[in-house]
């Protein structure tokens, strides 16, 4: 017997049309889900090597700042030597020439002093920097040292020229050229916020400078400027941050490879 349905169409086929309608779309939806599952996948992926390159990253930052920890260490401890003259300002850079143990003699000379905005172990303030005349004939930028806020309007008015020479000893510095973070120099107002050598030369009018700067020693007196605070100790947590990048790629990993292998095992309906 066959029974129909109020189309006139027998019931079997009214239950074939349907099965056959509804299967194109479960094979739809089974693509989309197949490919959402591809492109998670591949983002995880792709997160997982940015993981390992982070950590790659931090241990070459790591070798770098051990070769520097050493290299001051060495320089800051080595004899004093003269500060190089013009015949081997060419050859300066960090590398080779930073933090060496150096010596200068000469005058101070007259003008104004510049002063340079700074953070140190005392707070907040301003580097005094004054050019000093060599005994050999050509000009160094010494920062004599760190002053407080509250002294700056004294050394803004200090003339900077001491008649009695001096010998200083100290520090040689690599130039710091543009500014500070997210604040450029502005020579015209006089508003320094990095040791620009060759900007500050410009602005003071220093004829044969030198590319360099020399950071003074600790006078042992508390008056001001107040020398010796070079940063000579540095942070060294790049193994941290390395294992935590590695760590977070390994977790992602692992969640990757639970989650595909749970699909695989899941029977299908």
């Known amino acids: 017997m066959n029974l129909t349905s109020g189309s006139g169409r027998t019931i079997a086929e009214a239950v074939g049309q349907a099965g056959i309608a509804r299967r194109p779309a479960r094979q739809e939806s089974a693509g989309r889900s197949s490919a959402s599952r591809i492109f998670l996948v591949l983002l995880g992926l792709l997160g997982a090597l940015v993981f390992v390159g982070l950590g790659i990253w931090q241990l070459e930052r790591r070798v770098w700042k051990l070769d520097l920890i050493a290299r001051v260490d060495q320089r800051i401890h080595a004899p004093v030597v003269d500060v190089p003259g013009p015949e081997n300002w060419k050859a300066i850079n960090a590398a080779g020439h930073e933090y060496s143990h150096v010596r200068l003699a000469g005058r101070f000379l007259g003008g104004a002093n510049t002063l340079v905005q700074a953070v140190t172990e005392l707070g907040g303030g301003y580097w005094v920097l004054t050019p000093m005349q060599t005994d050999r004939g050509f000009v160094v930028l010494v920062n004599r040292g760190f002053i407080p806020p509250e002294r700056k309007a004294e050394f803004e008015r200090e003339s900077g020229g001491l008649a009695a020479p001096a010998v200083i000893d100290?520090?040689?510095?690599?130039?710091?050229?543009?500014?500070?973070?997210?604040?450029?120099?502005?020579?015209?107002?006089?508003?320094?916020?990095?040791?620009?050598?060759?900007?500050?030369?410009?602005?003071?009018?220093?004829?044969?400078?030198?590319?360099?700067?020399?950071?003074?020693?600790?006078?042992?007196?508390?008056?001001?400027?107040?020398?010796?605070?070079?940063?000579?100790?540095?942070?060294?947590?790049?193994?941290?941050?390395?294992?935590?990048?590695?760590?977070?790629?390994?977790?992602?990993?692992?969640?990757?490879?639970?989650?595909?292998?749970?699909?695989r095992r899941r029977p299908a309906r």
């Open 170 to 263: 100290g520090l040689l510095r690599i130039t710091e050229p543009g500014g500070g973070f997210l604040r450029n120099n502005d020579a015209a107002g006089n508003r320094w916020y990095s040791r620009d050598v060759a900007a500050i030369a410009t602005a003071r009018g220093l004829a044969k400078a030198a590319p360099y700067f020399v950071d003074a020693e600790a006078s042992g007196t508390d008056s001001w400027p107040r020398g010796g605070l070079t940063v000579v100790t540095f942070r060294n947590t790049h193994l941290v941050y390395a294992l935590t990048w590695f760590t977070l790629a390994a977790m992602l990993a692992i969640a990757l490879a639970r989650s595909m292998i749970g699909r």
